[in-house]
C-alpha cells in the first residue's frame, strides 16, 4: 500500500511538478464533489447542466441558481490542500496548477494566474449570453436573495450564466493549450482529488505520463487511470497533499 513517503521519496527532485485537482480537494471547504455517495450527481439531473436546457428553459435556469446556493460556493474558504499547492508554487516546484474545480479557491489561496488554469471556467464570476459583460456572481446572488428566479443582463436583457463550462459546451482553447503547455514542461504530474473521468481534461497528467514522467494519484477511491500511475494513494486529498507538501518543501 503506497504511503505519503513512498510519493515523497518518488517526487523528490522533480522541480516542475504538474498538479491536477478535482472536486476531492475541495470537499474539506463544504462543497461536495459530484461522484463520491453523497455527491451532487446523487440528487442532481445532469441534464440540466446541458447547456441547451439551461438557455431554453427558465425553469431550469431558475434550478440552476438555486443549486448554486445549495453548494456555498461563494462562501466556501479554501482549505489546507488549496494553500499546499501555493506553497509548492512559492517554494520554486510547481510548474502549474490544472483544475477541474469551478469553485475558485485556488485563486482564493493566493495562486496567481499564471500558475493556475481553471479548465471548466470559474463560477466566481458570471456573463450575459448575448453582450457578455461580466460581473461577480456575488451580484447576481443578491438579486436572487432578493426574490428574482431568472435575473437577466441589466444592460441588454440577455440571459444571464456563471462562467462555467456547462456539458454540451466546448473547453475555451487558450485553457486548453495553456494546461497542454504546462504538461509538455512538466517532470512530473500528481493528480489530486479526480476520478479522472472526465476528457479532455484527464488528458493532461495522462501526457505527463505518456512523456514518460512520473504519475501520482491522490484520491480515496478508484480512478480510471489508476493502472497507468506510478503510485496510488487511496485517502483523504486536502490532508494528504497538506502532508506531501510540507515534507517536499523542507
Not at 461577480?136 to 431568472?150: K, Q, S
Not at 456547462?166 to 475555451?172: A, C, I, S
Not at 497528467?205 to 484520491?219: Q, T
Amino acid at each position: 500500500m503506497t504511503e505519503i513517503a513512498d510519493i515523497v521519496a518518488f517526487l523528490r527532485g522533480r522541480g516542475r511538478i504538474l498538479v491536477f485537482t478535482g472536486a476531492g480537494i475541495s470537499t474539506d471547504s463544504g462543497i461536495p464533489d459530484f461522484r463520491g455517495p453523497n455527491g451532487l450527481w446523487t440528487r442532481l439531473d445532469p441534464d440540466d447542466f446541458t447547456i441547451d436546457r439551461y438557455l431554453s428553459d427558465a425553469v431550469v435556469r431558475r434550478r440552476s441558481w438555486e443549486n448554486r446556493a445549495i453548494t456555498g460556493f461563494l462562501d466556501a474558504e479554501p482549505n489546507a490542500a488549496h494553500h499546499a499547492v501555493v506553497r509548492l508554487w512559492e517554494a520554486g516546484l510547481l510548474i502549474g496548477c490544472v483544475t477541474q474545480n469551478v469553485d475558485g479557491l485556488h485563486a482564493a489561496a493566493g495562486l496567481p494566474g499564471q500558475a493556475l488554469v481553471e479548465m471548466h471556467g470559474s463560477a466566481t464570476s458570471t456573463s450575459c449570453v448575448r453582450c457578455h459583460a461580466t460581473q461577480p456572481t456575488r451580484n447576481v446572488a443578491a438579486r436572487l436573495a432578493r426574490g428574482e428566479t431568472d435575473p437577466a443582463c441589466r444592460a441588454c436583457g440577455g440571459i444571464l450564466k456563471t462562467d462555467v463550462v456547462m456539458f454540451g459546451e466546448r473547453l475555451p482553447d487558450h485553457a486548453m493549450a495553456r494546461a497542454l503547455g504546462m504538461a509538455d514542461e512538466a517532470d512530473a504530474a500528481l493528480a489530486v482529488g479526480t476520478t479522472l473521468g472526465v476528457f479532455p481534461a484527464a488528458s493532461v497528467p495522462l501526457r505527463v505520463a505518456e512523456r514518460g514522467m512520473p504519475f501520482v494519484i491522490v484520491n480515496r477511491g478508484p480512478t480510471e487511470l489508476d493502472a497507468v500511475a506510478d503510485l496510488v494513494f487511496d485517502g483523504d486529498a486536502a490532508a494528504a497533499l497538506e502532508g506531501l507538501v510540507t515534507a517536499l518543501v523542507k
